[in-house]
């Protein structure tokens, strides 16, 4: 899932600025079961502004909903009207759901409540960690489904690195080292072998570094056989 | 609950008009204790900013 986290209400309130009617706006998918921006957030959130906003002498008009999907344009023609008739957009979605409402509603103003954070997962109640940088080529199979790119913090494709101390990560000793839990893994399984393989320099531009990507699927593509 | 205390700290209201105490349904005394706390601590705070003086309020804003 994609994580983020709220933004704190000071923030919110200088975004919001002098805007009267504000929508709020959450996503029921990733951000909902991060407890960052499903529809318990947006209306705390909702709320939390109308009483803010009061006490500063200034009570505003926050109203708030909720679509299954920020990011895709179907489930925000379903709130139109709603963000028609604000003056600003606060979404409680990630920076793709805040994209989407801003492209779809080219007048709008819409800005971020939340702060996206990374693409992984709950390891405990109350803990996100990071699992996968969309690299776009993914070298799982080699690793034994445990990402070097998003888990070691020099994204080393022949680790471990010389800092790699107890199992630990030389930049944070809080995180595991990734290349100890890969060889870990592969141990357990029976496939150091695959370690002796030299991985040659990755190439980045499939990820980030080739600029923004795009996929286009023609099989998919409504009208693509007749074009 | 802690969470809640700095969203009211946030909003602008005190924190301590918020507070939780667990205690089970035959502690008499202990809940008698506390509810005399609370009412002295919100009666020291007190009326809720967001509501005004007690004699703005409607009948059904004061729980009447
Ligand atoms: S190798 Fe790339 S695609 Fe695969 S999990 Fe890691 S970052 Fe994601
Ligand atoms: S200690 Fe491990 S996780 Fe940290 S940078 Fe080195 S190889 Fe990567």
């Known amino acids: ?227 | 609950m802690a969470h809640i205390q700095d969203l009211l700290t946030a909003i602008g209201l005190e924190p301590d008009r918020a507070q939780m105490f667990n205690m089970s349904a035959a502690m008499a005394s202990a809940f008698v204790t506390v509810a005399q706390e609370m009412t002295e601590r919100i009666a020291r705070l007190g009326p809720n900013p967001l509501r005004g003086p007690l004699d703005t309020l409607t009948d059904s804003e004061r729980g009447e």
């Open chain 1, 1 to 227: 899932m994609i994580v983020a986290e709220q933004k704190s209400l000071d923030e919110i309130k200088s975004l919001i600025g002098d805007a009267e009617r504000v929508l709020v706006v959450g996503c029921g998918t990733c951000v909902t079961v991060c407890f960052a921006g499903g529809a318990r957030e947006a209306a705390i959130v909702a709320a939390s502004l109308r009483m803010a906003t009061k006490l500063d002498g200034n009570g505003k008009d926050v109203t708030d909903v909720t679509v299954q999907r920020q990011c895709e344009w179907e489930y925000l023609d379903e709130i139109a009207e709603q963000i028609e008739g604000a003056d600003l957009v606060l979404s409680l979605g990630c920076g793709i759901g805040v994209q989407a409402i801003a492209e779809h509603f080219p007048r709008k103003w819409v800005v971020p409540g939340l702060n996206t954070s990374f693409m992984g997962l709950p390891t405990e109640q109350g803990v996100w960690a990071e699992r996968c940088a969309a690299c776009g080529d993914c070298v799982l199979g080699l690793t034994g489904g445990i990402c070097p790119i998003a888990r070691c913090s020099k994204s080393l494709l022949n680790g471990p690195c010389g800092g790699s101390e107890g199992g630990h990560c030389e930049i944070n000793p809080d995180i595991p080292c990734a290349w100890q839990l890969i060889y870990d893994r592969l141990s357990a399984l029976g496939k150091l072998d695959l370690l002796m393989a030299i991985q040659p320099p990755k190439n980045w531009k499939t990820s980030r570094d080739g600029g923004p990507r795009k996929i286009v699927r023609d099989d998919l593509r409504l009208g693509a056989e007749e074009e």
